[in-house]
């Protein structure tokens, strides 16, 4: 590795090296803002610039605040009982996020051990060249899409760290949904234009969506380091300035800040309060808060891009409403 950046990516250090890409990172695709809290955790220490729907911008957290933003494994106990108890926030060990993602990997070879064999609560990665079933070839598996709900920090998608026990993974021995793509891509290619062409796809293959804030962020850095890694590891430098762009912006489509429930922006639904013709205060309700229904919010829709179709007004990827996908598949 020609650097091995810290598995708790400081914004300082980002923002300082590469401002614009912190700016990238934390861009809402939908709304064309910036990403938000999305918690009241950071309000009970930091004041009212970090109230549940605030921003999350730069100054909040650079500077004197660079230390803000933590993962899960470096946030104090308290904290983590916090949001335990807000919003379910456990993390997976790695061995189980591998555990689960064999299991896919299973499937689409029809033969076990083809990245790894398990070892108990670890694992090896296997050494020799990937080699592809009958009728399916080494790209047909970079843009397989997958996807990680409700991701956190992207354990499933990328494996820098344990985020259980904070220890830092070698990129050999990496086991995440990207990682295992990126590695076939590795594998796969010579040319540095070709390495980078086709893990643009392996990018533009994997989604995830989270609901805070603070954790998408960790996970949107992770996947942007990620990239970094596997660069380095192939070629023995750094990837220039553009690449990292491209592949940021990729990333901000890609994983972004939902509800998974009701496929909007967290808590955008109007329950308004108002008085009637009588004098009588009645409250306006979400029909799809109500019902259940997740075609009927007054929400924020959250959009998504499908990769693989341009539009032809804006000459851009087309842009998708992300519960328009799940609706198809029912």
Not at 160 to 176: A, C, F, K, L, M
């Amino acid at each position: 590795m020609l650097v091995e950046y810290e598995i708790d990516i400081k914004e300082n250090m980002l923002f300082k090296k590469w401002p614009e890409l912190l700016e990238l990172l934390l861009c809402d695709r939908t709304t064309n803002k910036n990403i938000f809290w999305a918690t009241d955790v950071y309000e009970r220490q930091y004041g009212n610039r970090y109230q549940f729907k605030s921003h999350i911008t730069i100054d909040l957290i650079t500077g004197h605040n660079g230390y803000i933003i933590k993962p899960r494994i470096a946030k104090s106990k308290k904290q983590q009982k916090i949001r335990i108890k807000d919003k379910a926030e456990v993390f997976t060990p790695s061995w189980v996020c591998n555990k689960q993602n064999n299991l896919i990997d299973n499937d689409w070879f029809g033969r076990e051990n083809v990245f790894n064999i398990e070892h108990d609560n670890t694992w090896s990665s296997t050494k020799n060249k990937i080699i592809f079933p009958d009728g399916k070839t080494w790209l047909d598996y970079v843009r397989e899409l997958r996807m990680e709900v409700a991701c956190g920090e992207a354990p499933y998608l990328v494996s820098r760290y344990d985020t259980t026990t904070g220890n830092y993974i070698d990129v050999s021995e990496r086991i995440g949904l990207l990682d295992r793509k990126l590695r076939i891509v590795s594998e796969n290619t010579v040319s540095e234009a070709d390495w980078f062409a086709v893990a643009k796809w392996a990018y533009k293959s994997i989604y995830g969506y989270e609901w805070q804030g603070d954790s998408l962020l960790l996970a949107r850095e992770a996947l942007l380091f990620t990239f970094i890694d596997f660069f380095e590891e192939k070629f023995t430098k750094e990837p220039p300035l553009d690449y990292l762009k491209e592949i940021a912006e990729i990333i901000t489509w890609n994983v972004w800040q939902m509800d998974g429930v009701r496929g909007v922006l967290p808590c955008s639904c109007c329950n308004d309060k108002y008085v009637d013709l009588l004098g009588e205060q009645t409250t306006k309700c979400c029909v799809g808060c109500k019902n259940g229904d997740i075609a009927n919010h007054n929400g924020i829709y959250c959009y998504v891009r499908d990769w693989n179709k341009i539009d032809g007004r804006t000459k851009q990827p087309k842009k998708l409403k992300f519960i328009s996908l799940m609706r198809n598949k029912k």
